[in-house]
């Protein structure tokens, strides 16, 4: 009758044991995909900040052209710039019309990268937290493992307490409620 006993309890801890080591490869499989979503995520950011630089640079660029051409302007210049006011004007205004454009194209970029760095702060919580709940279920492993070598009860319980830890990281990854 004993040894029945026995048998059922180790038939117990292989089967948790095993179904310990299904959780570790799903959530391992979780770190995975939440740590690259947060690499390509920094990698699109960094594109979208470098768009965004190389527009301020254009805009900039013009804004020194309108502001030499406004200069040469006041400064009265010869007969021939006053003949040719009519097409100063119209560049002027094409200068002052691209700078608003790439305002308006650096403020949308800007959101975008913003958006970015919000996703892959999300992204790399997610992998932390899945990282976590991965580090309890291997310590449950461990011990459920001890357990069955050394045909201790106790360390299987302590074992099965243990992947209560993964499960509270493994739903506040998924949740993000800690």
């Given at each position: 009758?004993?040894?029945?006993?026995?048998?059922?309890?180790?038939?117990?801890?292989?089967?948790?044991?095993?179904?310990?080591?299904?959780?570790?490869?799903?959530?391992?499989?979780?770190?995975?995909?939440?740590?690259?979503?947060?690499?390509?995520?920094?990698?699109?950011?960094?594109?979208?900040?470098?768009?965004?630089?190389?527009?301020?640079?254009?805009?900039?660029?013009?804004?020194?052209?309108?502001?030499?051409?406004?200069?040469?302007?006041?400064?009265?210049g010869s007969k021939n710039q006053k003949a040719n006011s009519g097409r100063f004007e119209q560049a002027l205004n094409r200068y002052k019309t691209t700078i608003k454009r790439y305002d308006k194209e650096k403020a949308e970029i800007k959101a975008k990268?913003?958006?970015?760095?919000?996703?892959?702060?999300?992204?790399?919580?997610?992998?932390?937290?899945?990282?976590?709940?991965?580090?309890?279920?291997?310590?449950?492993?461990?011990?459920?493992?001890?357990?069955?070598?050394?045909?201790?009860?106790?360390?299987?319980?302590?074992?099965?307490?243990?992947?209560?830890?993964?499960?509270?990281?493994?739903?506040?990854?998924?949740?993000?409620?800690?």
């Open positions: 009758m004993g040894e029945s006993k026995q048998d059922r309890w180790m038939t117990w801890v292989a089967l948790s044991t095993a179904i310990l080591a299904v959780l570790a490869a799903v959530t391992t499989l979780y770190i995975g995909k939440y740590s690259s979503r947060a690499i390509l995520m920094q990698g699109q950011e960094t594109n979208q900040w470098s768009y965004y630089q190389s527009k301020s640079i254009k805009s900039y660029l013009y804004e020194i052209q309108a502001e030499n051409m406004e200069m040469e302007q006041t400064e009265g990268a913003e958006e970015m760095s919000k996703q892959k702060v999300l992204a790399q919580d997610r992998a932390g937290n899945y990282g976590y709940s991965l580090i309890f279920l291997q310590i449950a492993l461990m011990l459920s493992s001890i357990a069955a070598l050394t045909k201790k009860k106790p360390l299987w319980y302590l074992g099965m307490a243990t992947s209560i830890g993964w499960l509270f990281f493994f739903l506040d990854a998924i949740y993000l409620f800690y």
